[in-house]
């Protein structure tokens, strides 16, 4: 996918790429090289999108939609998600691409609606078997659970994306390279990807005739809740006719209760991204025998030795209702802090995707280091973490040093002297906190 072919996609098309309206003959190319990344231009849409959820949520329910602390959870998840691609191109095409070059047995027509749609359903065929297994087969699950930990449910939620998925999924795309064209494949890859944004939100009810076709919010509201009649239910990824007709579609009832059936309790990205992979590690060394060791890898979240595949429905936690998501308990001011520092990371994280083919490999990756400890610094910020002062402080130090040397830039040169003031003032607001912690023990 190339981020040069940027400009050929108009506002028009902006916006119903993101709904799978696009149509064959505006989406269809020769080469891989001239698809666009369309995922990279949804960035203003997902904005633009969750703002307008949020102004709709105060409207008709005088609330917003979720909770700040979880939002940037969900955002940051999905940051850590795409940075990889900024060193080389994802698992999904390259190993697509050596298929197709080496194991293709028919060639169908880049030029072809016959081929678009044939790839359409292709690509949201494979997508329900990726997306089942990894609910079904607890390593593939450590990788999604990611997605599943947001205790709200909205757009951002949404962008909760796990960095570990990618490297299963493509399993379950490879079939179609024996004669999808790869140009075919990664416009469907992605438009896939995008249409699943929209219908994380408890703004749309019911839409009538095409809950039967669709994958919409309410179908996929069961499917992110916890209650024991959600459980591994609605897989779909654009057609819920899938989960109709391999017996895994549950329609919304009772109230939905959100997130996983053990809470992790954290916004600190590597334990969203990571904490299952610990509890399978620990989890593979306790079971004794060798076949046990495989099943906890290969077999359902829930298996135990006596247990059936996917372990036993009884066992789910029941829920009530009434359950209150985990929060951050800091201060308002703290989390406004948070917020400034996270649009300032964000910031650089566009210019970063916009200008990585100018930038040197010792700038992107001092510029990607400097993202991912954001990220955690917010998170240890967030759950009062015993050295949070001490890592923002770092933090501080670590940009005024990369601004000196060039690797990062502020967005005018005339904001330099700002920042330098800025970044001071917090290094030694935090020096102070750092001092005090270290002295006394976990700050409030």
């Known amino acids: 996918m190339n981020p040069e072919a940027q400009q050929d996609v108009s506002v028009s098309q902006g916006v119903r790429m993101m709904f799978y309206m696009m149509k064959p003959n505006e989406t269809s190319f020769q080469t891989l090289e001239e698809v666009p990344d369309y995922v990279k231009q949804a960035t203003p849409f997902f904005i633009s999108l969750m703002l307008l959820e949020l102004v709709v949520s105060w409207i008709l329910k005088g609330k917003a939609p979720g909770r700040l602390d979880d939002a940037l959870t969900s955002i940051s998840a999905g940051i850590l998600s795409r940075l990889p691609s900024l060193f080389s191109r994802s ?139 959600c459980i591994d239910k609605n897989y779909a990824g654009v057609l819920i006719i899938w989960d109709r007709i391999f017996g895994t579609f549950e329609a919304e009832n009772e109230k939905v209760v959100y997130g996983l059936t053990h809470p992790i309790n954290t916004f600190e990205p590597f334990m969203v991204q990571c904490h299952h992979l610990v509890y399978i590690w620990t ?63 964000l910031a650089f994280y566009e210019e970063t995707f916009a200008d990585k083919a100018a ?50 830039k502020p967005f005018t040169p005339s904001l330099s002297f700002a920042f330098e003031i800025f970044y001071s003032i917090c290094i030694a607001f935090w020096g102070v906190r750092s001092i005090k912690q270290l002295a006394s023990g976990p700050w409030k």
């Open 283 to 345: 989890t593979f060394w306790a079971t004794p025998g060798f076949f046990n060791k495989f099943s906890v890898l290969f077999k359902g979240p829930g298996w135990s030795p006596g247990k059936p595949r996917l372990g036993l429905s009884e066992e789910i936690p029941e829920v009530t209702g009434k359950e209150v998501p985990f929060s951050s308990s800091v201060s308002h001011l703290l989390k406004i802090y948070a917020v400034v520092q996270f649009a300032l990371m």
């Open 359 to 408: 930038l040197s490999q010792v700038t992107l990756l001092l510029r990607v280091c400097f993202i991912i400890l954001t990220l955690t610094s917010i998170g240890f910020l967030l759950d009062q973490r015993p050295k949070a002062a001490v890592l923002e402080t770092f933090r501080c130090l670590v940009f005024l040093m990369l601004c000196r040397f060039g690797h990062l």
């Open 91 to 229: 698992i999904e095409l390259t190993t697509y691409i050596y298929i197709w070059e080496n194991y293709r047995l028919i060639i169908l027509p880049w030029d072809s609606p016959w081929t678009w749609y044939l790839t359409f359903l292709g690509v949201d065929f494979g997508y329900y078997w990726f997306h089942r297994m990894a609910h079904e087969v607890n390593i593939m699950w450590a990788g999604h659970q990611t997605h599943h930990s947001s205790e709200d449910y909205n757009l951002s939620t949404a962008l909760r994306q796990s960095v570990f998925q990618i490297y299963t999924s493509w399993i379950f795309y490879s079939p179609l390279a024996l004669f999808i064209p790869p140009s075919v494949y990664a416009v469907h890859l992605q438009f896939n990807l995008l249409y699943q944004f929209w219908i994380h939100t408890e703004i749309i009810n019911n839409l009538g005739p095409l809950e039967l076709i669709l994958n919409t919010p309410s179908h996929h509201r069961v499917h992110h809740g916890r209650n024991r009649y």
